[in-house]
């Protein structure tokens, strides 16, 4: 289990980066490097040349404004989890990232690279498609924005250029009176999720339920993002029938089985997460409205 | 192009506070760096593929994986390995780490294979630690629940690491560091 | 004081250098060597119709390749059927390198060797191997179908027909009151020590000798068979197993083929070789266990006494047998338990799947047996309404039933005859330790929280320290240190501290100046290994012996200087002294010294010993029969096997809406008689049940249908983590065995061997629903609870009132 052979670049900016990536065939970008590696001593993966970002200065800062956080490319996993500014505005990120692996996988693992990697099984992307994020990508052409539909593709399959680095991904501020949660079942605490679940719940000046959206770990393809308010619209917050979203959102996922789940298991924890998610959820978007 | 695109290079690391250089193919993975260039076969590989633990290593005082991490890229890093934990006494011996001792006092290892990423993340996390309070279940769960052990069941573990919790609490308060056993009378074995 | 140490909880001696990252394992052996890397078959079934290994010629840094082809004389011969048994009709097992046909995914084809690692890889990963599949066989049903055959010439799949009897089970059966009959699984799971197992190599030319590191359970014989493959003579050939990084069985087996072909290698290279087994060809080269098919018919009177039992199990040995049926029996043996089985009939049929080979994995059949015989107990218990504890209090044999014959035969070849035990007070005090009789009350507090608790319990019966022999050495050095060797291995079960217990308590001498050297063949050529909970049993009274010799010469010398009766000496702190008699003593050290006669005085000591130092003409310096030196090997060789026994008790709680399991409780009471260090001991306790809870909640090696693992990574194979392991109670009770002079059993393997059992029949219990298969995961339990076919307790109906 030892890397087959490849060439190694560390670029000082992200036009050097570009410049390699344009420069190789079968290029590949390093950052954590924690699904990565893995591939590479399996010999799953051979890319000829890697471009390793994190000699790149500013890519591992995070910005926290009213309107959202932004991680840079090279902020780790655990760097994002105490982050108390991020935490703030998207309480989100923090709860989600407890539920990456283990911390010696946190300390190096980056968040954006682990959006990049788009597995299904990765908590970030499908927080990125619950907050309604986007990614910025630098490429020979120039910089663009990429929100979350148009970057997922399939698993570990994304939409961008092999000639491109994502430097950055923004998850918008959760919106006032809504609250999340975060929640996953695992085999083994710190495995990769057998089904996770985050939940936005938004209220209404009232306190009734106005919108509940939900996106999950280990369910489907690509993440995606299910609105489950019918079950619950207008619902007084603490009359609220979790228990029907959960029901609704059975009915909303398509997942695979595999070696630690069938997919009428994973459909099961579906309906159960959501509901205990969603509790939680509602108490925060309560204490976020004003009485 | 300026980027230089290599398939060697000369890695220049700081090593358990010794500067330290090896010439290696960018492939080599970080814990084959230490065990076969560097020499130090303390760090112990059990998967290649990041899941057991074994291969912890201090980088820059945060554990990692050293499977997952390619050696060129720990370039002007400061790296603490198992070897490292025990800090000279100024005597010729060495004073252990309260961790080492804790795992010693409470037989928290067997075979000794898996030994090395604990102590290392173990040490990392409870210094740390605010050493005021006591350590709770939670935390020791967080210490030591990213390593696997075979021949422990871990039980001996999470006793050790409330021992070594509790020596450190107890160091930091009479700020006289931490108890001096010498790493020569225990390699006398035996003692009680 | 220091000499009274058999019995205390001493911190390990190992330790100092394993805490402090100067432990040495086999792959931080031989810094310069070779590496060798393997091309291993993809296919579960195949023929070989082609290597072509031209494409990694121009791979810089290799230096040889070999396949089959390369190999010579008995090296190109099966490798050996380790342990040959009559009832073994169609033992087979495979090459070094494979011969034409690869019978399981993993197996060795070719073998490469290069400057390191990386390269080697680069290498194998450019030959191409070209075969013809054949059809695969997985699993112990597909196999007992025999629909495809592993070996051509073995249609049946059928290895061996293991079969013992105690009496004429089908009358039994038909005149007991009540019968049950009924069939159940136990999956797969492995060893998986964190270190794989490794090979280095060194051939000196100049004086024609190999020195060979590996990773072994059993040095003295990989020595022995390396000398017959290789065709060395032994005394060309020492073996070293360095510190292990654990084994629990995998490492028994042997010589695997890289322990083979690493020095066939380096002796035609004349370059130091060495193979470390990565993680990926640990889950698809080396051993497996546990898989069997289980049917079981039990008769039984009222009260739930078994009148009569008839087991027949199918149990998978993979694509060959090398180490015999040794699980199979058992299984078999070992299933009776701790209970009176009046008539007991059983038949083991081994059977050959397209899969890596199964060999013991620590408890070795036992864990199986246990499921077999204590679900049978739930069984009854819940067919009559009577408390599971209650049925099997009945069964028990009491404590003046000893020693108590089984009339079977165990794997040593000798009679199961149980030496020692109290069972019944083991069973009360598991109900005490678990608060077995207050879960009612558990139960109903755990429903007001939501979730569905359930408690079950396990006994079992273990055979340990089997034979034939293992031996001890003794030294006593003029410096005044001890040196003490074994031939067993070493895995990380602390002997270099029991042992030195052991020599310190029986010489009187601190155990600061006692060595342990175990698995050394320079320095102890016999021994047999370490596996069948055998080392502290076996080198333990072994070495008990030599130090014993050790003692009586030290006691006639210094009687001879002291002017006393040896019986008026005592030796403490390494000192020999006249019993009530301050300042006539002097020091082993001094005693060692003197009991070698020498001519050159080399150092200050040895003057004591000179032939002008001494006065004592009328005898020779060595007296006939004697020997120079304060040195004594002895052996120890038992009639039969030793006997621990134990009772595990587990608490579950289960929530209902996610199927997840929690053990909420886990209680041991472990009888392995006298203990030589009981903080060895518990760690071996709780690490043997850290593996019954592995293998009943977490692990399994899933083959598909074609044979491919489809979990061959720590990301999918759920070894437990700390989170995972319950935290555990341990009781103890000790009844010595009277067979040996420390009246020790063995106590290596327990903890695993009623993990399966006990929670089955503790989820049973929460769930109502009959437990036939384990592990078992949540996927697959509410599978079970949404299964129409799935069985009700009568338990579940008895306390919900359905009909009652």
Known sequence: MKPAPFRYADPRSVPEALEVLAAEEGAKVLAGGQSLLPLLSMRLAAPATLVDLNRVPGLDTVEVTGDGVRVGALVRHAGLLTHGGAARVQPLLARATANVAHPAIRNRGTTVGSIAHADPAGEMTSVLALTGGSVTVASPSGERVVGWRDLFVGPLETSLPAASVVTSAFFPALPPRSGTAFAEVARRRGDYAVCGAGVVVTLDEDRRVAAVRASYVSVGLTPEVHDLTDAVAGSPVEKADWAAAGALARTLVEPDGDLHASADYRRLLVGVLTERTLTSAADEAVERTPA | MTVSVDTERTVRLTVNGVPREATVPVRRLLSDALRHDLGLTGTHVGCEHGVCGACTVLVDGAPVRSCLVLAVQVEGASVTTVEGLARDDGRGGQVLHPVQEAFRECHALQCGFCTPGFLVTIAAGLEARDAAGEITDEEVYDLVGGNLCRCTGYANIKKAVRHAAATMAISAETAAGPPAISAETAAEGGER | MTTKLFGEPVRRREDARLITGRGRYLDDIGAGALAAAFVRSPHAHARIVDVDVDAALDVEGLVAIYTYEDLTGPLAEPLPVLIPHPQLHAPRTGYPLAN?????????????????????????????????????????????????????????????????????????????????????????????????????????????????????????????????????????????????????????????????????????????????????????????????????????????????????????????????????????????????????????????????????????????????????????????????????????????????????????????????????ALLEKLKALVGWDGVGALRDDAEARGKLLGAGMA??????????????????????????????????????????????????????????????????????????????????NAIALAARGVREKALRIAADVLEADPGDLQIEDGVVQVRGTPGASIPLRTVAVLSNPLRYAFDEAAKQATQFATHDDTKPPVAPGDAPGLEHRDYYSPLRSTFASGAHAAVVEIDPATWEIDVVNYAVVHDCGNVVNPMIVEGQVHGGVAQGVGGALYERMAYDADGQLQNASFMDFLMPYASEVPDIVIDHQQTPSPLNPLGIKGAGEAGVIPGSAALASAIEDAVGRRITSMPISPTELYDLMRSETAERTAALDRRTGVGA
């Open chain 3, 100 to 424: 034409g046909e690869v019978n399981h995914v993993g197996e060795p084809v070719v073998m490469v060797v290069a400057t390191d690692r990386y390269v080697a890889e680069d290498a194998a990963e450019r030959i191409a191997v070209t075969y013809e599949e054949l059809p695969v066989v997985v699993g112990v049903d597909a196999s007992r179908a025999a629909q495809h055959a592993v070996h051509e010439e073995i249609p049946d799949n059928v290895a061996a027909r293991h079969h013992q009897e105690t009496g004429d089970v089908e009358p039994a059966l038909a005149a007991a009151p009540h019968t049950l009959s009924f069939t159940q699984y136990v999956e797969r799971s492995a060893c998986m020590p964190l270190e794989g197992k490794g090979v280095h190599a060194r051939w000196d030319a100049d004086d024609r000798s190999l020195r060979v590191h590996t990773s072994t359970q059993a040095s003295t014989s990989v020595r022995a068979a390396i000398a017959a493959k290789l065709q060395l003579s032994l005394d060309e050939v020492e073996v070293i197993a360095p510190d292990v990084g654990g084994g629990f069985g995998v490492k028994i087996v042997h010589p695997w083929p890289e322990e083979l072909l690493v020095p066939m290698a380096a002796i035609a290279l004349g370059r130091e070789v060495k193979w470390a087994e990565d993680r990926r060809e640990h889950f698809i080269s080396s051993a497996h266990e546990r898989q069997q098919r289980q049917e079981v018919s039990v008769g039984f009177d009222d009260d739930g006494r078994i009148t009569a039992l008839d087991v027949h199990i199918w149990h998978d040995n993979g694509a060959y047998t090398p180490y015999g049926i040794i699980v199979p029996i058992v299984t078999a043996t070992q299933l009776v338990g701790p209970y009176v089985i009046p008539v007991y009939r059983v038949v083991v049929e081994s059977v050959y799947t397209n899969t890596v080979i199964v060999t013991p994995y620590r408890g070795a059949g036992r864990p199986q047996g246990c499921f077999a015989m204590e679900r049978t107990m739930d069984r009854i218990a819940d067919a009559l309404g009577l408390d599971r504890a209650v049925v099997r209090e009945r069964n028990l044999i009491q404590p003046d039933q000893f020693p108590y014959d089984h009339h079977l035969t165990f794997q040593d070849g000798r009679p199961v005859i149980y030496d020692s035990g109290d069972y019944p």
């Open chain 3, 459 to 540: 006994l079992y019966v273990e055979g340990t320290g089997p034979g034939p022999y293992e031996g001890g050495h003794v030294q006593v050095l003029g410096s005044g240190k001890v040196l003490v060797s074994t031939g067993l291995t070493t895995q990380g079960q602390g002997h270099e501290t029991s042992f030195a217990q052991i020599v310190a308590s029986e010489l009187g001498v601190p155990i600061e100046d006692v060595e342990v050297t175990t698995g050394d063949t320079r320095r102890f050529p016999y021994a047999v290994g370490t596996f069948a909970s055998r080392a502290a049993v076996m080198s333990g």
